[in-house]
């Protein structure tokens, strides 16, 4: 990694004048309402492109995300974050950032975990997790729903799974924090993060091989690889960085867009508590309509998405957010429909590297909704309070002030 002063104090980026042919995603414009924005790219072309960040494509309908996502000979997934800087790879997190050959083995050994067998076994200690939380706050008749509840429950839900103590939570939020938002303006803060994680799982790799268990780090530990050889040291903490980092932010947000949307909407809120079985098909929706996730893929040959040409060295920001807002796929995608009856949202992805903890983020969800509305049916905006958004990669609220009740 670079130790230039410009890798680490980059400049601040000028504001957009022009969207279409020169977008910035860490705008603040963007981060506060990017939906108008992805409407007025769409409608100019179904590829755009922009000089920031050493040269970036966005494909702004469903059609062209999904033509880069399926091409793994023109676009590679070596770096997953469009930054100012591109520095050499030092530390990957395999599978997201394996191509193939090396992508297949390397998702195989993480699927067994995330089975929905798998889930069904961890969600009692979910349902505890929301119902702890919950009681930490609800005699105040308010809090900040992002700070007090939503952030915490994939926190402390992975932990769990991986046999590390929930309490260090706060640690993981802010790698998390480091590596995802401040990370794509500033290098050192990106490299401490990351340092930072892979000491702390080091020293848990060191403890499992002494005593091994059943927690997700030992049966990483275990797995075999190509040939049937164990898994390195070093693509294991990519594994347990990719965990992290992917199973963390992206579900908080998921969740926390959710409560957002049923806080400013009183009959879909009355809707899933009268009718509580429609909860997993709203999910669907919420996750189509906010979908917190936008990934990167790099060119690295020449090629045509759309009938538009894009060139090699350039960064793509991979919104799959902007394809689940394309009219041309989804009737009234402007919508929230919470029983929208198909829903083909690529919310988690398309291709060789759809997500492989969607099932254990279904479940976060449609445990945390349910826990929520149960105990809190009533809720709305804080009108004293400010509703914030994460910036970059991942969007979702991060600060969401709630009042509880009829009368709040």
């Known amino acids: 990694m670079s130790d230039s002063p410009s890798a680490s104090f980059l400049p601040e980026h000028p504001p957009v004048t022009d969207w279409v042919h020169d977008f ?17 790219l769409r409608a100019a072309s179904p590829v755009v492109h922009t000089e920031r960040f ?14 880069i996502a399926y091409d793994t000979e023109h676009f590679s997934s070596r770096r997953v974050i469009v930054r100012d800087v591109r520095p050499e790879i030092s530390a990957r997190a395999p599978p997201i950032t394996s191509d193939p050959p ?25 349902r505890a997790i929301c119902n702890e939380l919950i009681d930490e706050f609800i005699a105040d008749g308010h809090c900040d729903a992002a700070a007090r509840y939503t952030k915490h429950i994939p926190v402390r ?7 590390i103590p929930e309490k260090d939570g706060d640690l993981f939020i802010k790698w998390i924090h480091q590596i995802l938002e401040l990370g794509i303006k500033d290098e050192n803060e990106m490299m401490s993060g990351v340092r930072e994680m892979t000491g702390y799982f080091m020293a848990h790799l060191e403890q499992r091989k002494l005593a091994p268990s059943d927690d997700l780090i030992s049966q990483l530990l275990r797995a075999k690889g190509p040939g049937g050889q164990p898994l390195t040291d070093e693509h294991v903490l990519g594994s347990l960085r990719l965990l992290l980092i992917a199973g963390i932010d992206t579900t908080w947000s998921a969740i926390g867009s959710s409560l957002w949307h049923l806080a400013r909407t009183p009959a879909d809120r009355e ?10 098909t709203a999910i669907e929706e919420f996750l189509r309509a906010y979908s917190p ?38 009737p009234d995608a402007d ?26 983020a279904r479940m976060e969800m449609q445990v945390a ?18 509703v914030t958004w994460s910036e970059g990669t991942v969007r979702g609220p991060r600060q969401l002030p709630v009042l509880f009740g009829k009368n709040a």
């Open 24 to 40: 910035d995603h860490t705008d603040p414009v963007w981060t506060d309402d990017p939906f108008p924005i992805w409407e007025t």
């Open 54 to 67: 050493l040269g970036c494509y966005m494909p702004t309908t469903y059609q062209a995300v999904k033509e």
């Open 102 to 126: 090396e992508h297949k083995p390397a998702k195989q050994v993480l699927l067994p975990p995330f089975t929905p067998d798998a889930m069904k076994r961890l969600e009692p200690r979910v």
């Open 157 to 163: 839900a992975i932990a769990h799974m991986l046999g």
């Open 271 to 280: 809707r899933l508590i009268a009718e509580p079985a429609l909860i997993p």
């Open 293 to 330: 996730v936008t990934m990167a893929r790099e060119v690295i040959k020449e090629t045509t998405i759309s009938g538009c040409p894009v060139k090699a060295g350039n960064m793509v920001l991979l919104s799959f957010p902007a394809a689940n807002r394309d009219p041309a796929m989804f």
């Open 335 to 360: 919508k929230v429909v919470i029983d929208r009856k198909e829903n083909r949202h690529a919310a988690f992805g398309l291709g060789i590297h759809r997500c492989v903890g969607s099932n254990l």
């Open 369 to 386: 909704i349910e826990e929520w509305l149960k105990r809190i049916p009533d809720f709305r905006l804080d009108p004293a309070g400010k």
